[in-house]
């Protein structure tokens, strides 16, 4: 049996999950309302935030994920090609599914959002109706095709770095995070707010949608990875590291709007996931590696992907019905749960798998810069399995 410091590193894999429920909670709120007002005040005062978070966490894992798992032997191609075979499969497949709904719905954009979509640039048009596109969660995925294309070139600064530091580097994109919001008042006129939020769809797609605003939270998590491995970072115990995140949440809730997107979370949600994987190397407890939490975390990436579907086809389902009574929206929910799940699954097991399996064979040059080597070298066998536990967005 291998030891902690050689195994990949579970926890992140079961933290996805986390994070995939609370993107899916913040939906649920608004495609399946409570009747009953208090219990719809609760629910909204829980997980109103969720949407950001959950995908605030991703991008950060992302760039965590990515940077633990390089290795000397990588070349640029072959990372290229197993992140497009990541990505671009369970895409194309709800796509496709979310093209059939929306003309089922009679709703259907057009071709050109639904083409933007397919080739994963819609986030660059700040209209509402462009990048909510198709399939609306599929919006992050635009700023992780961004993230991959520009990891080669963000990798070799990163490690140019000096070691010591690395932490003012860590402070600064943490900073600029949470300076965003100021940036967006000084450089986007002022417009009539969204419907469903209370700043303008242009400021908001800054802030939460625009790819190189979005690269921060990555770059954040290139950082911390390199600090794991160089042992540049100190010993964060598993359960302060996650009530921290639970209560940069919280504080979320309580900021004005614009800074609730991200800056309340990035840094927290960071020292969360260094704190799991000190925990995954050192062999110490962790809730996020059970077999089931890993296993739900596996198939996290489909189900972020579905899940926003699954709603809108119940959503028509019993609209005749809504808003429901409490126990028939907790049925609702239930049951959109299951059939995501259930979707999710078949995804990861009869097309993400075999995908990765088949085709996610290694190129040849030119190789990344791998950062400074591990203290415990891990096989690359096992580098290859870490990336692999990351998706995009999920």
């Not at 219990?39 to 995908?55: E, P």
């Not at 294309?149 to 994109?173: D, S």
């Not at 970072?233 to 209560?247: S, T």
Request: net charge positive; proline share 7%; aromatic share 14%.
């Amino acid at each position: 049996m291998s030891s902690p410091r050689e195994s990949s590193l579970p926890s992140l894999t079961g933290m996805r999950i986390i994070a995939a429920v609370l993107v899916a909670a913040f939906h649920i709120g608004s495609l399946a309302p409570f009747a009953d007002l208090d219990i719809a005040k609760t629910y909204h005062s829980l997980f109103d935030q969720g949407g950001w978070a959950g995908v605030t966490f991703f991008f950060v894992l992302s760039g965590f994920v990515l940077t633990w798992a390089v290795r000397p032997s990588d070349t640029v191609t072959a990372f290229w090609r197993r992140r497009v075979l990541k990505l671009f499969p369970n895409h194309v497949v709800t796509l496709v599914a979310g093209i059939f709904l929306l003309l089922f719905l009679g709703t259907f954009p057009g071709a050109g959002v639904a083409t933007a979509n397919l080739l994963l640039v819609h986030a660059w048009d700040w209209r509402f109706e462009s990048w909510w596109g198709v399939n609306p969660v599929s919006w992050s995925l635009c700023c992780e095709v961004f993230f991959y294309a520009c990891f080669p070139l963000i990798i070799r600064l990163v490690n140019r770095v000096r070691p010591g530091r690395l932490w003012w580097w860590v402070v600064g994109i943490a900073t600029a995070v949470v300076a965003i919001p100021s940036l967006a008042d000084l450089v986007i006129p002022d417009e009539a707010v969204s419907p469903a939020t209370p700043i303008g769809v242009t400021k908001l797609w800054f802030i939460n949608g625009f790819p190189p605003v979005r690269t921060l939270d990555f770059v954040l998590g290139i950082f911390l990875a390199r600090m794991v491995r160089e042992g540049r970072i100190f010993r964060i115990p598993l359960l302060p590291a996650a009530g921290l995140a639970v209560g940069a949440y919280y504080v979320s809730t309580q900021v004005p709007y614009a800074y609730s997107l991200a800056a309340c979370t990035a840094l927290p949600f960071g020292l969360l996931i260094v704190s799991a994987t000190q925990a995954d190397r050192e062999g110490l407890w962790s809730p996020f590696r059970s077999r089931a939490m890993v296993w739900l975390g596996q198939i996290s990436f489909a189900f972020y992907l579905w899940h926003f579907l699954v709603l809108m086809w119940l959503g028509d389902l019993f609209k005749e019905r809504q808003p429901l009574s409490t126990a028939g929206n907790l049925g609702f929910i239930a049951l959109a749960l299951t059939v995501t799940v259930l979707l999710s699954w078949a995804t990861f097991r009869f097309v993400e798998t075999p995908m990765m399996r088949n085709f996610a064979s290694p190129g040849r040059r030119p190789r990344l810069d791998a950062p400074p080597p591990d203290r415990t070298a891990r096989p690359a066998a096992v580098a290859e399995r870490v990336e692999g536990q990351q998706g995009s967005a999920g």
